[in-house]
Antibody, heavy 115, light 107 residues
Framework: EVQLVESGGALVQPGRSLRLSCTASGFSFGASAMSWFRQAPGKGLEWVAFIRSTAYSGTTEYAASVKGRFTISRDNSRSIVYLQMNSLKDEDTAVYYC??????WGQGTLVTVSS | DIQMTQSPLSLSASVGDRVTITCRASQDISNFLGWFQQRPGKAPKSLIYDASSLQSGVPSKFSGSGSGTEFTLTISSLQPEDFATYYCQQYYTFPWTFGQGTEVEIK
């Protein structure tokens, strides 16, 4: 059974940093592309970041709203994908979801950016 | 960026009704389109990928069609558990983009 469990969400002040983790199980992690999406309170879904599988050198893509501030990375030995978030802004407040490709989603972790 | 436009943005329907949601892309995305269901307070769930392929474990009452710029999601017989918000998403090119969502409510 595919499982994705996000962690690391918290209340953080604007300008600070936070790292989210997503622990995966039930599939061949290294062979899978992984993504982060987010959903601001009462709003729709937004894609945030993507990392390709090992076969494609783990290259990355980012939404314009986070490029230069967020970094997606993966540890294939531990089946974990990370989202390092720096210079956080109020508008980054959202539930963050980890996904395998676009088919399986985690339960989400809440990030609140507020002073 | 590719704009995805869903219609309607909300609809009221009764149990047993057939429901169709439309998604239009601002440019040709071939069949690189997915449909997702999100119940209140829950994570999105993938229903359809590649415009018309049913995800494993998803009931056959859900179906998708279309290619290019026009796509539809059909629920053949609405059940209480189907009242939710539905999103389309293109993955033809980055940045991946979503439609605004269609809220399906009980009449």
């Amino acid at each position: 059974e595919v499982q994705l469990v996000e962690s690391g969400g918290a209340l953080v002040q604007p300008g600070r940093s936070l790292r989210l983790s997503c622990t995966a199980s039930g599939f061949s992690f290294g062979a899978s592309a992984m993504s982060w999406f987010r959903q601001a309170p009462g709003k729709g879904l937004e894609w945030v970041a993507f990392i390709r599988s090992t076969a494609y050198s783990g290259t990355t893509e980012y939404a314009a709203s986070v490029k230069g501030r967020f970094t997606i990375s993966r540890d294939n030995s531990r089946s974990i994908v990370y989202l390092q978030m720096n210079s956080l802004k109020d508008e980054d407040t959202a539930v963050y979801y980890c996904t395998r490709e676009i088919d399986y989603w985690g339960q989400g972790t809440l990030v609140t950016v507020s002073s | 960026d590719i704009q995805m436009t869903q219609s309607p943005l909300s609809l009221s329907a009764s149990v047993g009704d057939r429901v169709t949601i439309t998604c239009r892309a601002s440019q040709d995305i071939s069949n690189f389109l997915g449909w997702f269901q999100q119940r209140p307070g829950k994570a999105p769930k993938s229903l359809i990928y590649d415009a018309s392929s049913l995800q494993s474990g998803v009931p056959s009452k859900f179906s998708g069609s279309g290619s290019g710029t026009e796509f539809t999601l059909t629920i053949s017989s609405l059940q209480p558990e189907d009242f939710a918000t539905y999103y389309c998403q293109q993955y033809y090119t980055f940045p991946w983009t979503f439609g605004q969502g269609t809220e399906v409510e009980i009449k």
